[in-house]
């Protein structure tokens, strides 16, 4: 089993009996750790969270009423421990009740809940805590999400008076008057699942029934995932006490202005800072005091009358910010953030409950593009060129922590990516989501729950309903926009939040979409860019015949440089299986058969698990052995197709483009298509392919017209920039093309140099490589880029012949947790190829995960050196692995 540095999740590559054993022990330290960090985190703001010490029991074992299971000298015999934050299914797993669903075809041992009947997963859970309420003290109970509908019990008592419903909708309770004077409490939920649960047997959301429900959508299966079998039910995410005086500070809401056209470096002209707040008085008393904020050392500050049993909002009065620190998106500058500290102290003196908002000043505005006939995003001021990935979910069963969101987010932005778009099927994301985007600079499209497949925009036999029908889900309007303006006010101080959707593919019911975006929205946010859903053209007008979004699957190299689409192109994608470990942790060792094209058969669990064909694209660098000798070979197509899908979107920026999203960029499930990096936080070629076409300042080969090209997707004029073009041939044979000085100004992609002819005559015979460079003055390589070449007959014949390469490893560690790795090849050798770095228990040569390279699957030169730097957390002692298409496995101690 492999080491996961950031102890984040295990996964298996050993038997389904000994995996469960190990997901159960890793969760219980998980959670311990966890458990840690958010107890120090939360106190800090009179707040603490309850998600360890809970039990539960199905609702078939209970035969006692709410009422009586609450009281805390009622015996819960029997209950099992429950993962709360967690589902029915994550607790089932902890216990050794069912296998683990991810790996091979386990998830079928596993009872349906369309078979069963909702109330097999109908659970009771129970939580036993200490605390009472001082004087003049509130005392609240907070769920951030609970799935599906539930009723709330506490020391005897029904908290709720109507039994909450929707999955995306919080709730909060005042449980002052019901704590225990000894302050030992009993807190008791019972869980139902969403009703109904539809037919998961087969399609895009089974029956499509799963959408009456204002839940998300894929949990009754998709084309990259099979069903979850209890739906996800349970409560899913945190649950908190929280201690205040007198007055509650609820939703604050920061809005930063930031007029006019900014550069991203020298001083800034001020920006405008509107804070607003809303305070609850759940006493029978008036209260006065006052509501301020302080930020970067100016202080804010309102009085405030709040009647008895009322909730007001204040807005502040507005602050000018001299010379801000201003926040970019990935690639075009930094992410500096502020915090806020906002608080309400009664009489002015007493501070009765705080809040601390992180801020990042910056403004999003959109414009058309009339040549484009699509939107363009601009950030302060500045048009962006949007280079996206789709995201579906962290984890397909919401295991969620802030290091597992951190690591995605971070692999995002390594991938060079500016946006990501949570697709409409899944969830409105958690809060530790989007800060990682604002650390790391990811703008974000979020989707609200609606999809095209489920909700009605297609003919479909597999659905129960028709079109009709379909199209006026969910059932119940009001809870969907009850659920929408919660969330909304959940993550809309997030500076990385860019966009709103209506829906994937469809737009909501005409009664929902009204009133988000002409009632909700303005009220609650007014900042953003409400798209009414994802292909709509608003966003991008289709004015082409035969363009579209897409294209999905592998493609030719030459389709992404000449195959025109959607102008802002919400999705387009490829394939994505992971290398031979990453196989090896979820496919049992007897189903490890590589697929085969020419007889058009797959592997059962292969199948299983969503592959989706790489077709003749595997065949050009030799037929595959064996599945080993398939993921390896994958790996170069894996490469191949993501630099070259980014590279012919940005070669049309702002002629045909004015942004692409990647179909998709991870997944949740251990599926076999559309990710960077699977769902051990364990990576592939997809991710550093995409990385090089991706790169902000970027040299570049257009295939179809045999162009050297320069993209620059910042804001100012690169000047003084060599360019270096070279062919290297199978030997290692250096044939110098051309070298010579250019400039490119900002936010601009541009034909420099026609090579076409000397390149097909150079690889006509055998195949070879090219080699771009981008220089700078100082001589420092500022864009890199080897592409390797097919003979004329389109078959890479001479890489399957290279000769081995000599390739020296030395390794540097700061005892931090990084690693500069150099590698060096000879000259009078060829090159060598296509290398993959990995860091390794240096007992059992396992990998450990994540770890972060700044480059990998790595080509060197001949006579050339090259230093990747790897950042990680594990403090245990570690070996480096390097292997090569041309280069034999090495292991490297790392001291």
């Not at 007014?526 to 053209?537: E, H, K, V």
Request: net charge neutral; aromatic share 12%; with cysteine.
């Amino acid at each position: 089993m492999f080491r996961n540095s950031l102890q984040l999740r295990i996964f298996h590559t050993v038997s389904p009996e000994r995996a469960g054993a190990d997901t159960r022990m890793f969760f219980k330290y998980t959670r311990f750790l966890l458990l840690l960090v958010s107890a120090f985190s939360l106190r800090a703001q009179s707040q603490y969270e309850l998600n360890t010490g809970w039990t539960c029991a199905p609702i078939r074992d209970v035969k006692v009423a709410g009422t009586e299971l609450s009281q805390p000298g009622y015996a819960l015999s029997g209950w099992m421990p429950a993962v709360v934050p967690g589902t029915v299914l994550t607790t089932l797993l902890e216990n050794g009740k069912v296998p683990d669903p991810f790996y091979g075809m386990n998830n079928e041992r596993i009872p349906d809940i369309y078979d069963t009947g909702r109330d097999y997963y109908t659970y009771w859970f129970a939580k036993d805590f200490t605390e009472k309420a001082g004087r003049n003290e509130e005392v609240w109970l907070h769920f951030r999400g609970i799935n599906y509908s539930c009723d709330v019990f506490l020391n005897g008592q029904k908290v709720n008076a109507q039994t909450h419903k929707g999955m995306f909708l919080r709730q909060r309770y005042r449980i002052t008057d019901l704590l225990a004077k000894d302050g030992k409490n009993r807190l008791a939920v019972i869980v139902h699942p969403p009703d109904p649960v539809g037919n998961a047997e087969r399609g895009q959301g089974g029956d499509g029934t799963i959408a009456r429900n204002v839940s998300h959508q894929y949990v009754a299966g998709w084309d990259w995932i099979q069903p979850i079998r209890d739906r996800n039910t349970g409560i899913w995410d945190k649950v908190t006490i929280e201690k205040t005086g007198a007055v509650d500070l609820k939703n604050p809401h920061v809005v930063t202005r930031v007029p006019g056209v900014r550069k991203v470096k020298g001083p800034q002209a001020p920006a405008q800072i509107q804070v607003s707040a809303e305070l609850e008085n759940p006493t029978g008393k008036t209260v006065t005091g006052t509501l301020q904020y302080t930020l970067d050392g100016q202080t804010i500050a309102k009085e405030v009358t709040i009647a008895a049993n009322s909730t007001v909002a204040v807005a502040l009065p507005e602050l000018t910010l001299p010379n801000p620190h201003l926040w970019w998106p990935h690639g075009y500058g930094p992410q500096p953030l502020y915090t806020l500290p906002l608080s309400f102290a009664v009489d002015g003196k007493k501070v009765s409950d705080r809040d601390t908002v992180t801020v990042g000043v910056r403004e999003i505005q959109t414009e058309w593009n009339t040549h484009t006939r699509s939107k363009q995003v601009l950030v302060n001021g500045q048009k962006v060129f949007i280079k996206g990935g789709n995201w579906i979910i962290s984890d397909a069963m919401l295991r969620f922590t802030p290091e597992r969101y951190d690591a995605e987010i971070r692999f995002h932005r390594d991938m060079n990516l500016n946006l990501i778009r949570i697709w409409g099927g899944a969830l409105s994301e958690r809060p530790e989501f989007y800060q990682a985007c604002d650390k790391y600079g990811l703008l974000v499209i979020q989707d609200f729950w609606m999809s095209g497949d489920c909700n009605g925009r297609w003919l479909d036999p597999i659905k129960k309903d028709d079109q009709w029908t379909r199209r006026q889900y969910p059932d119940d309007h009001g809870l969907f926009l009850t659920s929408a303006a919660d969330q909304i006010k959940l993550i809309r101080n997030h500076a990385s939040l860019a966009m709103w959707c209506g829906g994937n593919e469809i737009t909501p019911p005409e009664d929902i979409l009204l009133s988000l975006r002409d009632s909700i929205l303005p009220a609650l946010d007014g900042t953003r860019w409400f798209i009414d859903y994802s292909n709509s053209d608003s966003m991008s007008f289709n004015s082409i015949g035969g363009n579209g979004d897409g294209p999905y699957g592998i493609q030719p190299i030459n389709t992404f440089w000449e195959h025109r689409t959607f102008p802002f192109n919400s999705e387009v994608g490829s394939v994505g299986v992971g290398d031979y470990e990453s196989l090896t942790r979820f496919i049992p060792e007897q189903n490890l058969i590589a697929p085969d094209f020419e007889k058009r058969t797959v592997d059962s669990v292969w199948d299983y698990h969503k592959y989706i064909g790489y077709d003749q694209y595997i065949a050009p660098y030799g037929k595959a052995k064996d599945a080993q000798d398939f993921a390896r070979k994958a790996q170069l197509v894996n490469y191949d197709q993501y630099r070259a899908l980014m590279e012919g979107f940005s070669s049309h920026m702002w002629d045909w483009y004015t942004g692409t999203i990647i179909w998709k960029t991870q997944n949740p499930w251990t599926a076999l298509r559309g990710q960077m990096y699977d769902c051990y936080l364990d990576v592939n070629a997809c991710l550093y392919g995409l990385r090089n076409g991706s790169a902000p300042l970027h040299i570049m080969y257009d295939p179809v017209q045999g162009m050297v090209m320069l993209v620059n997707n910042g804001f100012e004029t690169k000047r003084d920039l060599m360019m270096v073009v070279k062919t290297y041939d199978l030997a290692g044979k250096e044939t110098l093309v051309t070298q010579v000085f250019n400039e490119i100004q900002g936010s601009t992609a541009k034909n420099f140099l026609p090579i076409k002819s000397t390149v097909d005559a150079f690889r006509a015979k055998e195949g070879g490589f090219l080699s771009l460079q981008l220089l700078d003055t100082d001589q420092n390589v500022v864009s890199d880029n080897l592409y390797w070449l097919p003979d004329s007959t389109g078959q890479y014949s001479g890489l399957q012949k290279m000769k081995k390469a000599s390739l020296s490893i030395a390794t540097k560690a700061d005892g931090k947790g990084k690693i500069e790795v150099t590698l060096s090849n000879p000259a009078n050798g060829p090159v060598a190829f296509f290398n993959r770095l990995a860091l390794v228990d240096p007992k059992t040569k396992e990998r450990i995960l994540p770890v972060f390279f700044d480059d990998n699957y790595v080509s060197v030169r001949p006579g050339e050196q090259k230093t990747v730097t790897l950042d990680y957390t594990s403090s245990d002692p570690v070996e480096l692995s390097v292997e090569g298409w041309n280069v034999q496995k090495l292991y490297v101690p790392v001291r």
